[in-house]
């Protein structure tokens, strides 16, 4: 069974770093675009990154700060937040979409779902 697990949120300080983790099971990155989307209250689910074996993006309201990343070994993408503030905070959710993807498909493209994981930046 294909199943994607977020971990590595919580309560940071403005400014500060959070590292998010996404492992996948059931199936193999190899063939699969990974995405990385946050929802804050009240505000529509926004795309932040996504990585394949062609490449990642992140979007240009993280440029600079955040950086996606994978593990094959672990069968992981990684999210590295740096310099967080305040509208970072969200649930962030990864998704996952068969096929290499050198733009970052839709939220609404994407197959399977984390349950998210909460991030909250404040002092």
């Known amino acids: 069974q294909l199943q994607l697990v977020e971990s590595g949120g919580g309560l940071v300080q403005p400014g500060g770093s959070l590292r998010l983790s996404c492992a996948a099971s059931g199936f193999t990155l190899d063939y699969y675009t990974i995405g990385w989307f946050r929802q804050a209250p009240g505000k529509e689910r926004e795309g932040v990154s996504c990585?394949?074996?062609?490449?990642?993006r992140v979007a240009d309201s993280v440029k600079g700060r955040f950086t996606i990343s994978r593990d094959n070994a672990k069968n992981t993408v990684n999210l590295q937040m740096n310099s967080l503030k305040p509208e970072d905070t969200a649930v962030y959710y990864c998704?996952?979409?068969?096929?290499?993807?050198?733009?970052?498909?839709?939220?609404?493209?994407?197959?399977?779902w984390g349950q998210g994981t909460q991030v909250t930046v404040s002092s």
């Open positions: 998704a996952a979409i068969r096929g290499l993807y050198r733009v970052c498909p839709r939220d609404d493209e994407y197959d399977y």
């Open positions: 990585i394949s074996s062609s490449g990642g």
